[in-house]
Nanobody, 128 residues
Framework: EIQLVESGGGLVQTGKSLRLSCAGSGFAFEDYVIGWFRQAPGKEREGVSS????????YIEDSVKDRFTISRGDARNEVVLQMNNVRPEDTGVYYCAAEAARMDAIGWYFDPQNYDHWGQGIQVTVAS
């Protein structure tokens, strides 16, 4: 059974940093795309960043590309979302998701409908 567990969320002040981790189990991590998504209250879930573990390609949504980075973590089955200079608009529930690796247009990687496996989500609150 594929499982994804997010960690590292919480309350942070504007301008500070936060490190989110996604730990996966039950699947061949190297053969999957891992995506980070977020959902603010009253808004739709949106893609933030993703990494294709098969070839290492990373994707960052334009609104966060100068502040967020995605990478493989120290653990073999871990993906990290490093969030720097956070803003109140970054507040929301952050989810990691997994889908079998593929080569596709950039938009594919940011569409939550393309991912079948999801973590439970973790709250990130940025105080102004």
């Amino acid at each position: 059974e594929i499982q994804l567990v997010e960690s590292g969320g919480g309350l942070v002040q504007t301008g500070k940093s936060l490190r989110l981790s996604c730990a996966g189990s039950g699947f061949a991590f190297e053969d999957y795309v891992i995506g980070w998504f977020r959902q603010a209250p009253g808004k739709e879930r949106e893609g933030v960043s993703s990494i294709n573990n098969f070839d290492g390609t990373t994707y960052i949504e334009d609104s966060v590309k100068d502040r967020f980075t995605i990478s493989r973590g120290d653990a073999r089955n871990e993906v990290v979302l490093q969030m720097n200079n956070v803003r109140p608009e970054d507040t929301g529930v952050y989810y990691c998701a997994a889908e079998a690796a593929r080569m596709d247009a950039i938009g594919w990687y940011f569409d939550p409908q393309n991912y079948d496996h999801w973590g439970q989500g973790i709250q990130v609150t940025v105080a102004s």
